[in-house]
């Protein structure tokens, strides 16, 4: 029989089964269950009755006086005998029936599974009874899905310390092959202004997501930015999460707080396939004009697709030294940090850009001719790295034309007139699949990546795949 239950599941301080300290069981979730493990467990609690109820005359009184008393030792043998809980399950499970004052055997034996139903949304032990479902020795729960596991929620360290962009790079190749397929659901972005009040914002919240075909999860992402205000509460203005969703059931499987660690691995993988397919095999200087934390990660998805690179780095303030001196002790190649964006393009055969304002940073003159641009700062419509001139003179590169063409740098020369989204030479995706060509001789190539739902998709889950195994 299918059963709708709301399964109201929640964190346990102690709680053992989560052996790291870095995932919880969050409150959510109605699922729908067959057979779901709670009601397994009350049921064998039901169907074990402990010898005072295995007297008529005790159970007439129980109905009358359902405090009857136990001892704790009576319970304990109940439970770690007929019932078969391990002992330290049946301890637990024996603190938490005295806390919540269900101190006889009677008065769990005799709830139906109606009235816990009704009564465990309301009580503590029922909840408590639910997060510990995972515990108990239940033959047939399935642990690997989410009736029995609930959502798992996982911190910025734990996300940090377990994913790095090479482990991005192949899914978000997959996921532009499949976006340029079709087979990508990938809505445009949405944005949530929170209006400055005297106790709420500024802020923004924007969400993008998207479902690859035929993949296990889907993603749904909130990157809340500009929040200015926290900074004088000493907390940053940026926070995120990644919401991780079963494309089965429509559960909620994993929540991300990945402060954008996860956007910036998909950001940088991304940039690595640009490399890829739009640089020259024998290119080897690669320059960084912005030096924050996507050009990071650029560095690490280049040394992933290329290892003997020479990096040169621009930044009008401080950091292109930080960045160039931790980028070479990390990645052991060299970084040399220039004084203009003039003689960064003079030197590099691949140029990334990831800078977060509305003016050009370099110049068509300034190129060589056979130079790969990737542009990432761009992606509102406020903003713009790329002259005009360079993107008409250019085979020009979309991760997404609808996209680019409303926040990337294609947005500035459809506005100028200058090109328009027939333009395109292709999407990333169409080169991947080999459906159109990518760099096929000394030209100028530019990549303009405005970040995909497809690549957060992808990026969403690598993220499950390898820490809901942890
Ligand atoms: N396309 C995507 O998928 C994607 C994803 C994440 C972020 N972004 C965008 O990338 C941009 C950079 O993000 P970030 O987190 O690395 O920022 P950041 O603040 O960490 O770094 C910005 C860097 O740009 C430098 N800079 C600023 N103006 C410059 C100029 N005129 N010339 C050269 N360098 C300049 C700064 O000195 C700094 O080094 C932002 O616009 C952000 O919104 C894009």
Redesign the pocket.
């Known amino acids: 029989m299918i059963r709708r239950v709301l399964l109201l599941r929640h964190a346990l301080p102690g709680r053992r089964t989560l052996s790291t300290t870095t995932t919880t069981t969050l409150p959510v979730v109605p699922f729908e269950l067959e057979e779901n493990s709670e009601i397994q467990i009350l049921k064998r609690v039901q169907e074990t009755p402990h010898p005072i109820l295995a007297n008529p005359t005790v159970v007439a009184e129980a109905v009358k006086k359902p405090s009857i008393q136990a001892t704790d030792d009576q319970l304990t043998t109940w439970l770690t005998g007929p019932c078969g809980f391990r002992t330290e399950v049946a301890a637990e499970y024996l603190r938490v029936l005295r806390q919540d004052g269900f101190d006889s055997p009677a008065s769990i034996a005799m709830l139906s599974v109606d009235e816990l139903e009704r009564r465990r949304v309301r009580t503590g032990h029922a909840r408590q009874l639910l997060a510990r479902v995972d515990d108990l020795l239940v033959a047939d729960a399935d642990a690997s899905s989410p009736s029995s596991t609930g959502t798992r929620l996982f911190d910025y360290e734990t996300i940090v310390a377990n994913l790095t962009v090479r482990d991005a790079i192949e899914a978000v190749e997959e996921a532009f092959g499949k976006l340029a397929k079709g087979q990508v659901d990938v809505p445009l972005p949405m944005h949530i202004g929170i209006d400055e009040t005297d106790d709420y914002g500024p802020g923004d919240c924007h969400i993008k997501g998207g479902y690859v075909s035929g993949s296990p999860t889907w993603t749904v992402k909130l990157a809340c930015v500009s929040f200015y205000k926290n900074l004088d509460r000493g907390l940053p203005p940026g926070s995120g999460v990644f919401v991780v969703m079963d494309a089965k059931t429509g559960a909620t499987l994993g929540i991300f707080q990945e402060n954008r660690y996860l956007?910036?691995l998909r950001?940088g993988a991304?940039g690595a396939l640009g490399v890829k397919y739009c640089a020259r095999p024998e290119d080897s200087s690669v320059g960084f004009?912005?030096?924050?934390?996507?050009?990071r990660n650029m560095a690490r998805a280049t040394f992933a697709v290329k290892p003997d690179f020479e990096g040169i780095a621009?930044?009008?303030?401080d950091?292109?030294h930080a960045f160039a001196k931790d980028m070479e002790a990390e990645l052991s190649v060299p970084f040399h940090v220039v004084p203009t964006?003039h003689e960064l393009c003079r030197r590099s055969d691949v140029i990334f850009t990831?800078?977060?304002?509305s003016?050009p940073?370099l110049e068509l003159r300034w190129l060589r001719p056979h130079a790969t641009i990737i542009a990432?700062?761009?992606?509102?419509p406020t903003?713009q790295e790329i002259p005009v001139d360079v993107l008409v003179h250019s085979k020009y590169i979309a991760d997404l034309k609808k996209q680019t063409s409303r926040v990337g740098e294609l947005r500035s020369a459809i506005a100028a007139g200058a090109m328009s989204e027939a333009s395109v030479h292709a999407e990333l995706g169409e080169i991947i699949n080999g459906d159109k060509l990518g760099r096929e001789a000394d030209e100028l190539v530019v990549l303009d990546?405005?970040?995909t739902g497809a690549q957060d998709a992808a990026i969403g889950q690598v993220a499950w795949d390898k820490l809901s195994k942890l």
């Open positions: 956007t910036d950001t991304a004009v912005g030096c924050g934390a996507i050009a621009y930044a009008p303030d950091s292109a964006a990831q800078t977060p304002g003016d940073v990432s700062g761009s992606d509102q903003k990546l405005t970040g």
